[in-house]
Structure formats: C-alpha cells, structure tokens
C-alpha cells in the first residue's frame, strides 16, 4: 500500500510554480471573462422592457398605428383583474396611453443600439471605443425609460385603492412566475 499524503507526494520545483500560477490564473481569467460575455450577450439581447408589453402578433414589433387597440385591449384585462369602476377607468386609459406612446420610440431604439451592437461585434477587428459608446446610449434610454414607466406605474397607483393594487400585485406576480 502507497502512503498518497500530501507530505509523500514529490515536492514541485520552484521553477515550475510561477508557470503553474501563471496556467492557473489564465484559467481563471478565461473563465471570467467568457461569464461576463455571456451575461453581456444576454443583456444586450434582453434590453428592453418585457416583450409582450411592446410586440405584435407572434413577437413582431408593435406597429404605432395600432398602439391603441393594443393599449385598449390590455386595459380591458386589467380592469376585469382590479374590478375597476368606470370613473378609475376614465382616469386609468389616459395614464397608460401617454406612457405607451412614450415609450414606443424609446423602445424601438433601444432595438436599433442592440441591432447594431451585433454589428459591431461581428466584425473582424471590435471598435471597443464604439462598443462602450453604444453601451452608454443603451443605458440612457433604458434610464428614461424607466424613469416614464416609474411615473405611469405611480400615476396607476394613485388611482387605484389599496385591494386593487394587492389584486393588481398578486397577479403580476401570478403572471411573472409562468412568464418569466
């Protein structure tokens, strides 16, 4: 029987350590890097806002001229889930039009800096300079965006009463956890 202890194994020499470290870090660095592309890749393709809010029929992108008949009819499903009264429904359709409306454009542009972000990575030679300047103008709209849909969400809530937003949050949530 062998004695495989840590002391029994052969010492490695001093002059194979640094290549060793060196074999090790590079691991490490390949590893982390090829996770942060990853999760680069999947931010850019998922910037945005949730699909099904701002898309047509079988995921194509939503045509502004009819924008109001998908508001309209996403309203009427809200108002059955929050059993909205006709007065919270006359404050309720305005609020979410004019975000809409807002956020369309805002919406199509963030697909245009995606779009041309796989441009940019699919040359030969990547403009980092480029790349980080597209990755700063997503990031401005995504803020905007936000920022006007933080406002309709806050205008919706005061509009609602304390029971509705709870319906209003459970099924939100009923729905986040099928959809993703």
């Known amino acids: ?3 495989t202890s840590p002391s029994s194994q052969a010492p490695i020499p001093v002059e194979d350590r640094p290549r060793r470290h060196f074999s090790r870090r590079a691991a490490i660095v390949t590893l982390v890097a090829g996770i942060a592309t990853g999760i680069g890749f999947k ?15 079988r995921g194509a992108p939503l045509d502004p001229a009819r924008l109001d008949e998908h508001v309209d009819r996403m ?10 009264t006709e007065a919270q429904k006359q404050q ?18 963030i ?26 103008e997503t990031i ?6 936000s920022r006007r849909l933080t406002q309709a969400l806050a205008d919706v809530a005061d509009v ?3 029971e509705q937003k709870k ?3 459970e099924h939100v949530g009923w729905w986040r956890g099928r959809h993703g």
């Open 1 to 3: 029987m062998s004695d």
């Open 43 to 57: 931010t850019l393709a998922d910037a945005g806002f949730g699909r099904w809010h701002h898309t047509g029929l």
């Open 75 to 84: 309203l009427r499903h809200l108002y059955v889930e929050i059993d909205a």
């Open 92 to 109: 309720l359709a305005p609020i979410v039009k004019a975000a809409a409306v807002e956020l369309l454009p805002l919406h199509a542009k």
């Open 111 to 136: 697909h245009d800096t995606r779009r041309q972000a796989l441009e940019l990575l699919s040359q030969a030679s990547v403009d980092r300079a480029a790349l980080e300047s597209l990755r700063d």
């Open 140 to 145: 401005q709209l995504v803020e905007q965006a």
């Open 160 to 162: 609602l009463t304390p």
């Open 167 to 169: 319906r209003l949050a």
